[in-house]
């Protein structure tokens, strides 16, 4: 686990499929951010893709697993280093890592308060959002989550539109936003998109 900057709004950002807790600042990502690093808006921080590399070798209950992780070990380590035992992060994560954000905020949403996913490759097989009943709904109504996509090179922006209906057919407050054909799956894009999409939610 790392972490950039000394203030603000704490935003877990989760790696691609692969990658390790220092993807986001070797492909940039740390770097397009830095005016709301440096102007003490935000801190980043960042974990290992563990999950999403288990996930994709079919290995057996890795997401309980991991969701226990997040939620008991990085959340508390968070807090702790925010000095704010109630401090509710924000998620971030683009392809795969944009599956975990979504998911995190679904299944806490008692502790998160918006997730964003870029470029996500959302499966049914990961997460079924017709699960979602009773309190832990009523809770996530009162939180935020975009999903903004592409239509360029390797995007499947379909997957974002289903799930965004699914969403909002609960009454869930999410945000679809299409970025066009110009926009490929690629951090260009997300180091592109992700300023802006933090600006709303801050």
Known sequence: ????????????????????????????????????????????????????????????????????????????????????????????????????????????????RAAIGMSGVYNDTIFNVSTLEGEQLEQLKARSLILGTGAGDYEHPHESEVLAEIFRAKGINCRLEDWGPGWAHTWSTWREQLPGLLEELL
């Open 1 to 112: 686990m790392v972490r950039w900057g000394h203030f603000g709004v704490p935003v877990l950002i989760f790696p691609t499929a692969g990658g390790d807790f220092e993807e986001i600042e070797r492909f940039q990502l740390v770097a397009a951010l830095a005016p709301l690093i440096d102007g003490g808006r935000i801190k980043v921080y960042s974990v290992d893709a563990l999950a999403v590399r288990a996930r994709l070798s079919s290995t057996t209950n890795i997401d309980d697993r991991f969701d226990s992780f997040l939620y008991e070990d990085v959340l508390q380590r968070v807090r702790l280093d925010c000095q704010d035992a109630r401090i509710e992060p924000m998620l971030v994560g683009a392809s795969l890592g944009a599956a975990t954000a979504v998911m995190t905020l679904c299944s806490h949403p008692d502790s998160f």
